[in-house]
Protein backbone atom coordinates (compact mmCIF):
# COMPACT_ATOMS: atom_id res chain seq x y z
CA UNK A 1 0.00 0.00 0.00
CA UNK A 2 2.51 2.35 0.87
CA UNK A 3 5.76 1.27 -0.82
CA UNK A 4 8.46 3.73 -2.00
CA UNK A 5 8.62 3.78 -5.42
CA UNK A 6 11.96 4.77 -7.49
CA UNK A 7 10.52 7.58 -8.29
CA UNK A 8 8.92 8.41 -5.17
CA UNK A 9 10.63 9.66 -1.95
CA UNK A 10 10.22 7.87 1.00
CA UNK A 11 6.55 8.22 2.99
CA UNK A 12 6.20 7.79 6.83
CA UNK A 13 4.02 5.33 8.02
CA UNK A 14 2.65 6.43 11.47
CA UNK A 15 1.76 3.96 13.65
CA UNK A 16 -1.55 3.25 15.59
CA UNK A 17 -0.50 3.57 19.34
CA UNK A 18 -1.54 0.30 21.42
CA UNK A 19 -3.64 2.74 24.26
CA UNK A 20 -5.72 4.71 21.10
CA UNK A 21 -8.71 4.66 22.77
CA UNK A 22 -7.44 6.74 25.71
CA UNK A 23 -6.36 9.46 23.43
CA UNK A 24 -9.87 11.21 23.26
CA UNK A 25 -12.91 11.43 25.47
CA UNK A 26 -14.82 10.06 22.61
CA UNK A 27 -12.73 7.27 21.95
CA UNK A 28 -12.79 6.43 25.95
CA UNK A 29 -16.28 6.87 25.91
CA UNK A 30 -17.11 4.36 22.73
CA UNK A 31 -14.98 1.67 24.90
CA UNK A 32 -17.03 2.21 27.98
CA UNK A 33 -20.13 1.49 25.35
CA UNK A 34 -18.30 -1.41 24.49
CA UNK A 35 -17.51 -2.57 27.64
CA UNK A 36 -21.35 -2.12 29.04
CA UNK A 37 -21.89 -5.59 27.19
CA UNK A 38 -19.49 -7.37 29.56
CA UNK A 39 -20.89 -6.42 32.79
CA UNK A 40 -24.57 -7.14 31.13
CA UNK A 41 -23.41 -10.44 30.43
CA UNK A 42 -22.16 -10.97 33.92
CA UNK A 43 -24.92 -9.65 35.21
CA UNK A 44 -27.53 -11.78 33.11
CA UNK A 45 -25.49 -14.83 34.84
CA UNK A 46 -25.66 -14.04 38.48
CA UNK A 47 -29.19 -13.53 37.26
CA UNK A 48 -29.25 -17.29 35.97
CA UNK A 49 -27.60 -18.41 39.26
CA UNK A 50 -30.18 -16.53 40.99
CA UNK A 51 -33.00 -18.38 39.14
CA UNK A 52 -31.44 -21.55 39.74
CA UNK A 53 -31.14 -21.42 43.17
CA UNK A 54 -34.53 -19.96 43.63
CA UNK A 55 -36.00 -23.25 41.36
CA UNK A 56 -34.45 -25.06 44.18
CA UNK A 57 -35.91 -23.79 46.79
CA UNK A 58 -36.72 -21.23 49.07
CA UNK A 59 -33.51 -22.21 51.43
CA UNK A 60 -31.22 -21.77 48.41
CA UNK A 61 -32.96 -18.88 47.43
CA UNK A 62 -32.53 -16.97 50.57
CA UNK A 63 -29.01 -18.02 50.87
CA UNK A 64 -27.91 -16.57 47.92
CA UNK A 65 -30.02 -13.39 48.56
CA UNK A 66 -28.06 -13.05 51.80
CA UNK A 67 -24.40 -13.62 49.69
CA UNK A 68 -25.59 -10.96 47.10
CA UNK A 69 -25.94 -8.40 50.43
CA UNK A 70 -22.49 -8.49 50.50
CA UNK A 71 -20.77 -4.92 49.57
CA UNK A 72 -18.90 -6.59 47.03
CA UNK A 73 -22.16 -7.44 45.05
CA UNK A 74 -23.76 -4.55 45.85
CA UNK A 75 -21.00 -1.89 44.72
CA UNK A 76 -20.92 -4.30 41.40
CA UNK A 77 -24.83 -4.32 40.38
CA UNK A 78 -24.52 -0.62 41.30
CA UNK A 79 -22.10 0.05 38.72
CA UNK A 80 -23.39 -2.69 36.46
CA UNK A 81 -26.58 -0.48 36.78
CA UNK A 82 -24.51 2.53 35.74
CA UNK A 83 -23.26 0.56 32.62
CA UNK A 84 -26.57 -0.89 31.61
CA UNK A 85 -28.10 2.89 31.63
CA UNK A 86 -25.19 3.69 29.30
CA UNK A 87 -25.54 1.44 27.09
CA UNK A 88 -29.53 1.60 27.12
CA UNK A 89 -29.07 5.76 26.63
CA UNK A 90 -26.38 5.10 23.39
CA UNK A 91 -28.72 2.03 22.21
CA UNK A 92 -31.64 4.46 21.05
CA UNK A 93 -29.16 6.92 19.64
CA UNK A 94 -28.21 4.72 17.39
CA UNK A 95 -31.11 3.06 16.38
CA UNK A 96 -32.16 6.58 15.67
CA UNK A 97 -29.37 6.73 12.67
CA UNK A 98 -30.29 3.12 11.64
CA UNK A 99 -34.31 3.49 11.23
CA UNK A 100 -34.92 5.46 8.81
CA UNK A 101 -38.61 5.94 8.13
CA UNK A 102 -39.62 7.83 5.16
CA UNK A 103 -42.92 9.29 3.73
CA UNK A 104 -42.31 10.67 0.63
CA UNK A 105 -39.60 13.07 0.85
CA UNK A 106 -40.23 13.71 4.92
CA UNK A 107 -37.75 11.58 6.82
CA UNK A 108 -39.09 10.93 10.74
CA UNK A 109 -36.88 12.87 12.33
CA UNK A 110 -34.07 11.17 14.27
CA UNK A 111 -35.02 12.56 17.36
CA UNK A 112 -38.41 11.13 17.35
CA UNK A 113 -37.24 7.65 16.75
CA UNK A 114 -35.47 7.96 20.05
CA UNK A 115 -37.97 9.73 22.03
CA UNK A 116 -40.09 6.46 21.42
CA UNK A 117 -37.18 4.22 22.38
CA UNK A 118 -37.33 5.61 25.28
CA UNK A 119 -40.51 5.61 25.88
CA UNK A 120 -40.83 1.94 25.14
CA UNK A 121 -37.83 1.52 27.65
CA UNK A 122 -39.79 3.91 30.53
CA UNK A 123 -43.27 2.11 30.08
CA UNK A 124 -41.56 -1.71 29.21
CA UNK A 125 -39.95 -1.09 33.32
CA UNK A 126 -42.37 0.59 34.34
CA UNK A 127 -44.54 -2.17 33.86
CA UNK A 128 -42.06 -5.09 35.02
CA UNK A 129 -42.46 -2.91 38.05
CA UNK A 130 -45.79 -2.61 38.51
CA UNK A 131 -45.97 -6.69 38.16
CA UNK A 132 -43.16 -7.82 40.22
CA UNK A 133 -44.61 -5.46 43.23
CA UNK A 134 -48.03 -6.60 42.53
CA UNK A 135 -47.29 -10.09 42.84
CA UNK A 136 -45.33 -10.37 45.23
CA UNK A 137 -44.84 -12.74 48.46
CA UNK B 1 -24.26 -14.02 -3.70
CA UNK B 2 -21.40 -15.25 -2.19
CA UNK B 3 -20.87 -19.62 -2.43
CA UNK B 4 -19.75 -20.15 0.68
CA UNK B 5 -22.26 -18.30 2.79
CA UNK B 6 -20.65 -16.04 5.56
CA UNK B 7 -22.21 -15.82 9.06
CA UNK B 8 -21.49 -12.43 9.69
CA UNK B 9 -25.09 -10.95 9.20
CA UNK B 10 -26.46 -13.88 11.18
CA UNK B 11 -24.53 -12.95 13.95
CA UNK B 12 -25.42 -9.15 13.46
CA UNK B 13 -29.02 -10.07 13.59
CA UNK B 14 -28.25 -11.57 16.77
CA UNK B 15 -26.37 -8.65 18.48
CA UNK B 16 -28.96 -6.39 17.08
CA UNK B 17 -31.93 -8.64 18.76
CA UNK B 18 -29.82 -8.91 22.22
CA UNK B 19 -29.36 -5.47 22.56
CA UNK B 20 -32.64 -4.41 22.34
CA UNK B 21 -33.40 -6.85 25.04
CA UNK B 22 -30.89 -5.78 27.39
CA UNK B 23 -31.61 -1.57 26.38
CA UNK B 24 -35.23 -2.03 26.99
CA UNK B 25 -34.94 -5.17 29.88
CA UNK B 26 -31.83 -5.22 31.57
CA UNK B 27 -31.82 -2.08 34.05
CA UNK B 28 -34.96 -2.59 35.31
CA UNK B 29 -34.24 -5.91 36.10
CA UNK B 30 -30.57 -4.94 37.35
CA UNK B 31 -32.13 -2.95 39.93
CA UNK B 32 -34.69 -5.26 41.48
CA UNK B 33 -32.59 -8.26 41.41
CA UNK B 34 -29.41 -7.21 42.17
CA UNK B 35 -30.28 -4.10 44.23
CA UNK B 36 -33.49 -3.97 45.92
CA UNK B 37 -34.29 -7.60 46.15
CA UNK B 38 -30.67 -7.93 47.80
CA UNK B 39 -31.46 -4.51 49.98
CA UNK B 40 -34.57 -5.90 51.04
CA UNK B 41 -36.57 -2.98 49.43
CA UNK B 42 -38.63 -5.66 47.57
CA UNK B 43 -39.15 -9.59 47.59
CA UNK B 44 -39.75 -11.56 44.60
CA UNK B 45 -42.30 -14.17 44.37
CA UNK B 46 -40.98 -17.72 43.88
CA UNK B 47 -44.20 -19.14 42.38
CA UNK B 48 -44.17 -16.32 39.38
CA UNK B 49 -40.77 -18.64 37.99
CA UNK B 50 -42.84 -21.85 37.81
CA UNK B 51 -45.35 -20.13 34.60
CA UNK B 52 -44.08 -21.06 31.41
CA UNK B 53 -44.48 -17.71 29.95
CA UNK B 54 -42.37 -16.56 32.59
CA UNK B 55 -39.36 -19.10 31.83
CA UNK B 56 -39.94 -18.38 28.01
CA UNK B 57 -39.43 -14.61 28.81
CA UNK B 58 -36.56 -15.29 31.12
CA UNK B 59 -35.33 -17.39 28.25
CA UNK B 60 -35.06 -14.79 26.07
CA UNK B 61 -34.15 -12.24 28.49
CA UNK B 62 -30.97 -13.83 29.32
CA UNK B 63 -29.57 -15.77 26.12
CA UNK B 64 -29.96 -13.01 23.89
CA UNK B 65 -28.77 -10.25 25.44
CA UNK B 66 -25.10 -13.26 25.13
CA UNK B 67 -24.94 -12.70 21.71
CA UNK B 68 -25.49 -9.13 21.98
CA UNK B 69 -21.88 -9.26 24.30
CA UNK B 70 -20.66 -12.04 22.15
CA UNK B 71 -20.09 -9.79 19.06
CA UNK B 72 -19.25 -6.68 20.64
CA UNK B 73 -16.73 -8.35 23.01
CA UNK B 74 -15.28 -10.38 19.81
CA UNK B 75 -15.15 -6.44 17.98
CA UNK B 76 -13.76 -5.29 21.17
CA UNK B 77 -10.98 -7.27 21.34
CA UNK B 78 -9.93 -6.57 17.68
CA UNK B 79 -10.56 -3.04 18.32
CA UNK B 80 -7.89 -3.29 21.11
CA UNK B 81 -5.31 -4.28 18.59
CA UNK B 82 -5.11 -8.53 19.25
CA UNK B 83 -4.26 -9.32 15.16
CA UNK B 84 -3.58 -13.04 13.63
CA UNK B 85 -6.26 -14.48 15.86
CA UNK B 86 -9.61 -13.50 14.58
CA UNK B 87 -11.06 -17.01 14.09
CA UNK B 88 -10.08 -18.31 17.22
CA UNK B 89 -11.56 -15.45 18.96
CA UNK B 90 -14.83 -15.43 17.14
CA UNK B 91 -15.21 -18.53 17.64
CA UNK B 92 -14.82 -18.62 21.45
CA UNK B 93 -17.32 -15.61 21.99
CA UNK B 94 -19.95 -17.04 20.09
CA UNK B 95 -19.21 -20.15 21.55
CA UNK B 96 -19.70 -19.17 24.96
CA UNK B 97 -22.84 -17.24 24.25
CA UNK B 98 -23.83 -20.85 22.56
CA UNK B 99 -23.20 -22.68 26.06
CA UNK B 100 -25.16 -19.95 27.71
CA UNK B 101 -27.83 -20.60 26.15
CA UNK B 102 -28.18 -23.66 26.42
CA UNK B 103 -27.56 -23.94 29.95
CA UNK B 104 -30.23 -21.08 30.88
CA UNK B 105 -32.79 -23.56 28.84
CA UNK B 106 -31.42 -26.26 30.19
CA UNK B 107 -31.87 -24.47 34.20
CA UNK B 108 -35.40 -23.04 33.32
CA UNK B 109 -36.75 -26.51 31.82
CA UNK B 110 -35.70 -28.93 34.41
CA UNK B 111 -36.49 -26.14 37.32
CA UNK C 1 0.67 49.16 17.86
CA UNK C 2 2.17 45.28 17.56
CA UNK C 3 -0.87 42.93 16.15
CA UNK C 4 -1.77 40.34 18.11
CA UNK C 5 -0.26 36.75 17.34
CA UNK C 6 -0.95 33.27 17.78
CA UNK C 7 1.19 30.46 17.41
CA UNK C 8 0.28 27.42 14.91
CA UNK C 9 3.05 24.16 15.47
CA UNK C 10 2.77 22.44 12.39
CA UNK C 11 3.94 19.09 11.47
CA UNK C 12 7.29 19.01 8.97
CA UNK C 13 8.86 16.28 6.83
CA UNK C 14 10.97 16.16 4.03
CA UNK C 15 12.16 13.04 3.21
CA UNK C 16 14.80 14.04 0.92
CA UNK C 17 16.76 14.43 4.88
CA UNK C 18 14.46 13.72 7.50
CA UNK C 19 13.83 10.42 8.87
CA UNK C 20 10.60 11.14 11.15
CA UNK C 21 8.07 13.94 10.99
CA UNK C 22 9.32 16.62 13.20
CA UNK C 23 7.18 20.07 14.61
CA UNK C 24 8.22 23.74 13.69
CA UNK C 25 6.59 26.49 15.71
CA UNK C 26 5.78 29.60 13.82
CA UNK C 27 3.92 32.70 15.18
CA UNK C 28 0.83 34.26 12.97
CA UNK C 29 -0.99 37.52 13.28
CA UNK C 30 -4.76 37.05 14.98
CA UNK C 31 -7.33 38.05 12.80
CA UNK C 32 -10.93 37.54 13.55
CA UNK C 33 -12.06 36.36 10.19
CA UNK C 34 -8.68 34.42 9.68
CA UNK C 35 -8.91 30.41 9.17
CA UNK C 36 -6.39 27.96 9.86
CA UNK C 37 -5.44 27.95 5.91
CA UNK C 38 -5.07 31.45 5.96
CA UNK C 39 -2.80 31.06 9.13
CA UNK C 40 -1.12 28.61 6.71
CA UNK C 41 -0.56 30.41 3.47
CA UNK C 42 0.78 33.72 5.32
CA UNK C 43 3.74 31.27 6.82
CA UNK C 44 4.05 30.01 2.95
CA UNK C 45 4.30 33.00 1.92
CA UNK C 46 6.03 35.64 4.84
CA UNK C 47 7.64 33.27 6.56
CA UNK C 48 8.39 29.86 5.15
CA UNK C 49 8.14 29.12 1.26
CA UNK C 50 9.32 25.33 2.07
CA UNK C 51 5.92 24.84 4.10
CA UNK C 52 3.89 22.08 1.76
CA UNK C 53 0.01 21.76 1.93
CA UNK C 54 -3.17 21.10 -0.12
CA UNK C 55 -5.88 23.38 -0.64
CA UNK C 56 -8.05 25.02 -2.93
CA UNK C 57 -11.50 26.45 -3.07
CA UNK C 58 -11.36 27.39 0.55
CA UNK C 59 -15.10 27.38 0.73
CA UNK C 60 -15.37 23.97 2.04
CA UNK C 61 -16.43 22.06 -1.01
CA UNK C 62 -13.26 20.88 -2.34
CA UNK C 63 -12.04 18.32 0.39
CA UNK C 64 -8.27 19.07 -0.71
CA UNK C 65 -7.73 20.87 2.67
CA UNK C 66 -8.42 18.40 5.80
CA UNK C 67 -5.85 18.05 8.54
CA UNK C 68 -5.63 17.50 11.94
CA UNK C 69 -5.77 20.47 14.38
CA UNK C 70 -5.05 20.21 17.99
CA UNK C 71 -5.96 16.64 17.23
CA UNK C 72 -8.99 16.76 15.58
CA UNK C 73 -9.80 15.75 11.68
CA UNK C 74 -10.93 19.84 10.08
CA UNK C 75 -11.36 21.40 7.03
CA UNK C 76 -8.32 24.12 7.10
CA UNK C 77 -10.47 26.45 5.82
CA UNK C 78 -13.74 26.04 8.23
CA UNK C 79 -11.15 25.76 11.14
CA UNK C 80 -11.31 29.47 12.17
CA UNK C 81 -8.76 30.75 14.10
CA UNK C 82 -10.82 32.52 16.75
CA UNK C 83 -11.85 28.72 17.53
CA UNK C 84 -8.66 28.16 19.50
CA UNK C 85 -7.40 31.82 20.54
CA UNK C 86 -5.29 32.61 22.18
CA UNK C 87 -4.12 28.96 22.74
CA UNK C 88 -1.73 27.18 20.19
CA UNK C 89 -2.38 25.51 17.48
CA UNK C 90 -1.09 22.09 16.55
CA UNK C 91 -1.55 21.57 12.81
CA UNK C 92 -0.72 17.53 11.72
CA UNK C 93 -1.55 15.87 8.36
CA UNK C 94 -4.63 13.79 8.65
CA UNK C 95 -4.17 10.45 10.74
CA UNK C 96 -4.04 7.11 9.56
CA UNK C 97 -2.14 8.12 6.05
CA UNK C 98 1.13 7.54 5.11
CA UNK C 99 2.54 11.22 4.81
CA UNK C 100 4.74 12.57 1.78
CA UNK C 101 5.67 15.58 2.41
CA UNK C 102 4.73 18.23 5.74
CA UNK C 103 1.06 18.29 5.96
CA UNK C 104 0.57 16.37 2.68
CA UNK C 105 -0.49 12.61 2.87
CA UNK C 106 -0.82 9.87 0.32
CA UNK C 107 -4.40 9.39 -0.76
CA UNK C 108 -4.00 6.85 -3.55
CA UNK C 109 -5.58 3.89 -0.51
CA UNK C 110 -8.34 5.80 -0.68
CA UNK C 111 -8.90 6.73 -3.94
CA UNK C 112 -8.47 2.76 -4.45
CA UNK C 113 -11.15 1.93 -2.24
CA UNK C 114 -13.35 4.56 -3.69
CA UNK C 115 -12.94 2.96 -7.62
CA UNK C 116 -13.86 -0.33 -5.76
CA UNK C 117 -17.40 0.27 -4.97
CA UNK C 118 -17.90 1.55 -8.20
CA UNK C 119 -19.55 5.19 -7.51
CA UNK C 120 -21.52 5.46 -10.96
CA UNK C 121 -24.97 4.55 -12.15
CA UNK C 122 -24.72 0.79 -13.11
CA UNK C 123 -27.25 -0.17 -15.30
CA UNK C 124 -28.27 -3.48 -16.95
CA UNK C 125 -29.10 -2.32 -19.75
CA UNK C 126 -28.72 1.79 -21.08
CA UNK C 127 -31.47 3.11 -22.53
CA UNK C 128 -31.22 4.43 -25.72
CA UNK C 129 -30.51 8.85 -26.02
CA UNK C 130 -33.99 8.95 -27.52
CA UNK C 131 -35.82 7.50 -24.62
CA UNK C 132 -34.61 10.65 -23.01
CA UNK C 133 -33.39 11.77 -18.87
CA UNK C 134 -34.25 8.73 -16.34
CA UNK C 135 -37.00 10.36 -14.26
CA UNK C 136 -36.70 10.55 -10.39
CA UNK C 137 -39.28 12.02 -8.00
CA UNK C 138 -38.21 14.00 -5.30
CA UNK C 139 -38.93 11.30 -2.99
CA UNK C 140 -37.02 9.06 -4.81
CA UNK C 141 -33.81 11.63 -4.57
CA UNK C 142 -34.29 11.99 -0.95
CA UNK C 143 -33.51 8.34 -0.71
CA UNK C 144 -30.17 8.96 -1.04
CA UNK C 145 -29.55 12.67 -1.35
CA UNK C 146 -27.91 12.89 2.29
CA UNK C 147 -24.60 10.33 0.52
CA UNK C 148 -24.47 12.30 -2.08
CA UNK C 149 -22.77 15.02 -0.45
CA UNK C 150 -19.43 13.51 0.30
CA UNK C 151 -16.46 15.74 -1.21
CA UNK C 152 -14.17 12.76 -0.77
CA UNK C 153 -12.23 15.07 2.07
CA UNK C 154 -10.92 11.55 4.07
CA UNK C 155 -11.92 13.58 7.47
CA UNK C 156 -13.82 10.11 8.22
CA UNK C 157 -10.93 7.99 7.64
CA UNK C 158 -8.56 10.30 9.84
CA UNK C 159 -11.21 10.04 12.22
CA UNK C 160 -11.87 5.89 11.93
CA UNK C 161 -10.39 3.80 14.62
CA UNK C 162 -10.81 0.98 12.48
CA UNK C 163 -9.15 2.22 9.37
CA UNK C 164 -6.34 3.01 11.58
CA UNK C 165 -6.05 -0.78 13.15
CA UNK C 166 -7.34 -2.65 9.87
CA UNK C 167 -5.77 -1.04 6.75
CA UNK C 168 -8.07 -3.00 4.76
CA UNK C 169 -10.86 -1.95 5.86
CA UNK C 170 -12.77 -0.13 3.04
CA UNK C 171 -13.86 3.03 5.08
CA UNK C 172 -16.64 5.45 5.70
CA UNK C 173 -16.79 7.47 2.83
CA UNK C 174 -16.05 4.85 0.42
CA UNK C 175 -19.30 2.89 1.89
CA UNK C 176 -21.50 5.83 2.11
CA UNK C 177 -21.25 6.50 -1.66
CA UNK C 178 -21.82 2.87 -2.13
CA UNK C 179 -25.18 3.30 -0.49
CA UNK C 180 -25.31 6.34 -2.32
CA UNK C 181 -25.67 4.63 -5.71
CA UNK C 182 -27.00 1.60 -4.15
CA UNK C 183 -30.25 3.53 -3.19
CA UNK C 184 -30.70 5.49 -6.52
CA UNK C 185 -33.65 4.53 -8.25
CA UNK C 186 -32.10 4.83 -11.76
CA UNK C 187 -28.78 2.63 -10.10
CA UNK C 188 -29.49 -1.45 -11.09
CA UNK C 189 -25.65 -2.04 -9.74
CA UNK C 190 -26.67 -3.18 -5.95
CA UNK C 191 -25.14 -6.70 -6.97
CA UNK C 192 -22.21 -6.26 -8.42
CA UNK C 193 -20.80 -3.70 -5.14
CA UNK C 194 -21.81 -6.42 -2.65
CA UNK C 195 -18.84 -8.67 -2.79
CA UNK C 196 -16.66 -5.52 -1.44
CA UNK C 197 -19.56 -3.79 0.80
CA UNK C 198 -20.93 -6.67 2.02
CA UNK C 199 -17.52 -8.53 2.76
CA UNK C 200 -15.48 -8.58 6.11
CA UNK C 201 -13.37 -5.76 4.96
CA UNK C 202 -16.48 -3.73 4.10
CA UNK C 203 -19.58 -3.06 6.48
CA UNK C 204 -18.26 -6.07 9.25
CA UNK C 205 -15.31 -4.06 9.96
CA UNK C 206 -17.37 -1.42 11.05
CA UNK C 207 -17.93 -1.40 15.06
CA UNK C 208 -19.80 2.14 15.12
CA UNK C 209 -17.65 4.03 16.55
CA UNK C 210 -19.37 7.25 15.01
CA UNK C 211 -16.37 9.70 15.05
CA UNK C 212 -16.66 9.61 11.06
CA UNK C 213 -20.24 11.10 10.81
CA UNK C 214 -19.07 13.47 13.97
CA UNK C 215 -16.03 15.23 11.88
CA UNK C 216 -18.03 15.03 7.87
CA UNK C 217 -18.14 18.34 7.19
CA UNK C 218 -21.23 17.93 4.57
CA UNK C 219 -23.09 15.81 7.02
CA UNK C 220 -23.05 12.94 5.18
CA UNK C 221 -23.73 10.78 7.93
CA UNK C 222 -21.23 7.39 6.93
CA UNK C 223 -21.97 5.94 9.84
CA UNK C 224 -25.55 6.01 9.58
CA UNK C 225 -25.05 4.86 5.71
CA UNK C 226 -22.67 1.74 7.18
CA UNK C 227 -25.23 0.45 9.89
CA UNK C 228 -28.33 0.79 7.02
CA UNK C 229 -26.29 -1.38 4.74
CA UNK C 230 -25.96 -3.71 7.35
CA UNK C 231 -29.38 -3.97 8.03
CA UNK C 232 -30.04 -3.94 4.20
CA UNK C 233 -27.47 -7.14 3.61
CA UNK C 234 -28.93 -9.23 6.70
CA UNK C 235 -32.34 -8.53 5.30
CA UNK C 236 -31.25 -10.35 2.24
CA UNK C 237 -29.13 -12.97 3.70
CA UNK C 238 -32.42 -14.50 5.99
CA UNK C 239 -34.24 -13.69 2.48
CA UNK C 240 -32.27 -15.82 0.51
CA UNK C 241 -31.97 -18.16 3.27
CA UNK C 242 -35.92 -18.68 4.06
CA UNK C 243 -36.66 -18.34 0.48
CA UNK C 244 -34.27 -19.67 -1.86
CA UNK C 245 -36.89 -19.91 -4.34
CA UNK C 246 -37.21 -16.05 -4.62
CA UNK C 247 -36.10 -14.50 -7.41
CA UNK C 248 -33.05 -12.41 -6.20
Not at chain 1, 34 to 46: D, H, P, R, T, Y
Not at chain 1, 80 to 103: G, M, Q
Not at chain 3, 44 to 53: A, V
Not at chain 3, 146 to 172: H, W
Request: net charge positive; with cysteine; hydrophobic share 45%.
Amino acid sequence: MTAARPDRPKMFQPKMPANWWLKHPKYFLFMLRELSSVFIAIFLVVFLIQIAQLLRGPAAYKAFVQTLRAPGWIIFHIVAFLFALYHSITWFEAASKILVIRRGEHRVPPQDVVAVGFTAWGVVSFVILVLVLLLRS
Amino acid sequence: MPTKRMMEPFWWALFGAGGTVAALLVPIHLFLQGIAAPLGWVSINPTLFGHLLVKLYLFVLISLPLYHWAHRFRYTLYDLGVKGMRQPIAVLCYGIAVVGTIVTAWILWRG
Amino acid sequence: MSEPTVTLHVTRYHPEHDSAPRRQSYSVPYRQDWVVLDALNYIKDQIDGTLTFRWSCRMGVCGSCGMMVNGVPRLTCAAFLREYYPHEIRVEPLTNFPIMRDLVIDMSDFMEKLRSVKPWIIRDEEKPLEEGEYLQTPAELEQYKQFSMCINCMLCYAACPVYGLEPEFVGPAAIALAQRYNLDSRDQGHKQRGPVIASHEGIWDCTFVGECSEVCPKSVDPAGAIQQAKVTTTNEWFKSLLLPWGKR
